[in-house]
């Protein structure tokens, strides 16, 4: 069985198409990182060495710190590296590293609030007894402090700064803590500790039993939702622009291609010309269905107004039919509940129910019933291939 992670039930979540090609067909992307990935990764390299070193009696000053930084990135800097945001350099990057470092440095120094216990810790969290669902990751820095307190420390390069809502969701240092309790018996309390870097604070939150047993739930669910899935669909999002599977998938791949072209080649490009030409032609229908709808609308107003039922033209009559219906409300309109519990009272429900197909359809993509349910209601639909066209302006370059 395979072991999962944090970061693997995460890429299924965030695209099942990509977690296809990552980790089941094991296919080698042609990006090989971006550059956010880069300076996050030497500013981890930096902070691990700072640590390891006072594991060893040794404190490196901040100008150390800051000349081991610049050596690994020099040495670790490769061509392959994708700057997406094209309006910053690689070295608008570098500096932001260096700012994360001193920035940490300066709040935190002279790092005795605990002691070190493991730099870049492999832990493994069983989420059952049989064994069937494991789970590993690394933790940046486990810690101990006074007490039997343990402190499970994330560092963060990224340029958002969730709110605690969001954190306290958040799945990562939650199994690492479970991986903790399990392996250290003098576990007293475990914090969980983010260093968002960019914003030079830290966030500190704990996590109750009841949170945690929760979660280690949720998780197996999730990895069973991974196991049973037959389809991966692609799922566009902003992550799009800095995935390395760009060029393989089916919503960026033509975009991608197009991308690199000169002007001259992009107008010529077969795909591109087709868009145009239906993009032409559904500005025109959008004008001409403006104007249909202000002369229906003049013709109903004169056929009230003149109490006659069909107006003449030179080539065309306009005959204009009206009745007068009922309409109840929606299912999620005011009354709806009303309506139905009447209904049901007055013994006409069977009358009036009706299976919702297009729901049962969206609920079969992912069915929470047992798999015999599922594959028993499968067996009474058919298989339909649906094709749609939407038109989705594309942004101004730059925005």
Not at 173 to 188: D, I, K
Not at 224 to 253: N, Q, V
Not at 291 to 320: H, L, P, T
Request: glycine share 6%.
């Amino acid at each position: 069985m395979p072991i999962y992670s944090h970061s693997r039930i995460s890429c299924f979540g965030n695209c099942p198409f990509k977690y296809k090609l990552k980790y089941i067909d094991k296919v080698q992307p042609e990006i090989e990182q971006t550059i956010e990935a880069f300076m996050g990764s030497v500013v981890h390299a930096t902070l691990e060495k700072l640590y390891r070193d006072l594991r060893f009696q040794k404190l490196n000053t901040l100008d150390e710190m800051l000349a081991f930084y610049n050596e690994l990135w020099k040495k670790d800097w490769n061509p392959g590296v994708l700057v997406v945001r094209e309006d910053y350099t690689p070295e608008n990057y570098r500096l932001m590293g260096e700012g994360y470092i001193r920035s940490f440095y300066e709040r935190h120094h002279p790092f005795d609030s605990s002691k070190t216990v493991g730099l870049e810790q492999r832990v493994k969290v069983d989420l059952d007894s049989g064994g069937r669902y494991v789970l590993q990751g690394y933790i940046d820095r486990l810690a101990w402090a006074d007490g039997g307190v343990y402190e499970i420390h994330d560092y963060k390069t990224s340029n958002s700064l969730p709110l605690n809502e969001y954190l306290a969701d958040d799945r990562q240092l939650a199994l690492y803590a479970l991986a903790v309790m399990n392996s250290y018996p003098n576990v007293e309390k475990i914090k969980l500790v983010w260093h968002f870097l960019s914003f030079n604070q830290d966030v500190v939150l704990e996590k109750t039993p009841q949170e945690l047993e929760k979660l280690r739930l949720e998780t197996i669910e999730s990895i069973k939702k991974i196991e049973s899935s037959r389809e991966f669909p692609t799922k566009a999002s902003s992550l799009c622009d800095w995935c390395e599977f760009r060029r393989m998938c089916p919503e960026w791949a033509h975009v991608a291609k197009t991308e690199a072209l000169t002007l001259d080649k992009f107008l010529r490009e077969p795909g591109v010309k087709l868009v145009n030409r239906y993009a032409e032609l559904v500005e025109k229908k959008g004008e001409l269905e403006k104007e249909m709808e202000k002369a229906r609308d003049a013709i109903f107003q004169f056929s009230r107004e003149n109490g006659v039922s069909v107006v003449a033209g030179s080539g065309y009559n306009a005959k204009v039919w009206r009745s007068e219906k009922l309409k109840f409300p929606g299912k999620d309109e005011e009354g709806r509940r009303e309506l139905e519990d009447f209904l049901q009272k007055a013994g006409l429900w069977k009358d009036v129910a009706a299976l919702d197909t297009f729901l049962l359809s969206k609920m079969m993509e992912n069915p929470p019933w047992p798999r015999e349910i599922a594959k028993a209601v499968e067996k009474f639909g058919r298989k339909d291939v649906i094709e749609r066209l939407y038109l989705r302006k594309r942004e101004a370059d730059g925005e």
